[in-house]
């Protein structure tokens, strides 16, 4: 079974800190995702990566960046943590990169529901 | 820009029932469709996955069809159970690897 772990469960954490969420996958999985979740406004995309020391920005990438130095863990990171960034943050991996006419299934972690005060 | 639409945002139904939630989406032009499961505070639990040459999936008291054509895919509840109460996503695969999600429906079994 593939199984994808997130550091903490809960996190809270002050306005200005650095705040670093780290995601582990254990299947070899080439592709990794950061999403964040919002009531009202559902899962959106914040970064993701298709190989080691690579990233993309997905949709909201605006106050985070990311680091991908093995190929296993994929961190997002909150330079100044802000109180707009209080969510729910999902992982995600999938195996194969981007290859045309063919999309793969992305595994999710469990979660982390960060609240910035 | 593809668009997915849950209908409806909500549902309560007494336990026993038969039940269909709706996802639609505005780009035919799709790999893969997935149903998800999350529950109140938790991650994403997968239900079916629907590649985009299949018209649909089962599992267990699960059946999932997908209509490419139409735009539109459904998720069959049999004999709904309290325990199926959760929020059911639809998410859509497009051109490398990019998850495109609805807003979801809100279940609520009772006994």
């Known amino acids: 079974d593939v199984k994808v772990t997130q550091s903490s469960r809960y996190l809270v954490k002050r306005t200005g800190e650095k705040v670093f969420l780290e995601c582990v996958q254990d299947?070899?999985?080439?592709?990794m995702f950061w999403y964040r979740q919002d009531p009202g406004l559902g899962l959106r995309l914040i970064y993701f990566s298709y190989d080691v020391k690579m990233k993309e920005k997905g949709d909201i990438p605006e106050g985070y960046s990311v680091s991908r130095e093995k190929k296993e863990r994929f961190s997002l990171i909150l330079e100044s943590a802000s109180t707009n960034q209080t969510s729910m943050y999902l992982c995600?991996?999938?195996?194969?990169?981007?290859?045309?006419?063919?999309?793969?299934?992305?595994?999710f972690g469990p979660g982390t529901r960060l609240t910035v005060t | 820009k593809q668009e997915v639409t849950q209908i409806p945002a909500a549902l309560s139904v007494p336990e026993g029932e038969n039940l269909v939630l709706n996802c639609s989406f505005t780009d035919s032009a799709i790999y893969n469709l997935q149903w998800f499961r999350q529950d109140p505070g938790k991650g994403l639990t997968s239900l079916l996955l629907i590649q985009s040459s299949q018209r649909e999936q089962t599992s267990g008291r699960l059946n999932a069809s997908l209509d490419k054509s139409s735009g539109r895919s459904t998720l069959y509840i049999a004999a709904s159970q309290p325990g199926d109460s959760a929020t059911y996503l639809c998410a859509l695969y497009n051109a490398g690897n990019m998850l495109t999600f609805g807003g979801g429906t809100r279940l609520m079994v009772k006994p």
């Open positions: 995600a991996s999938s195996l194969f990169p981007p290859v045309p006419g063919f999309s793969d299934e992305q595994y």
């Open positions: 299947m070899d999985h080439e592709n």
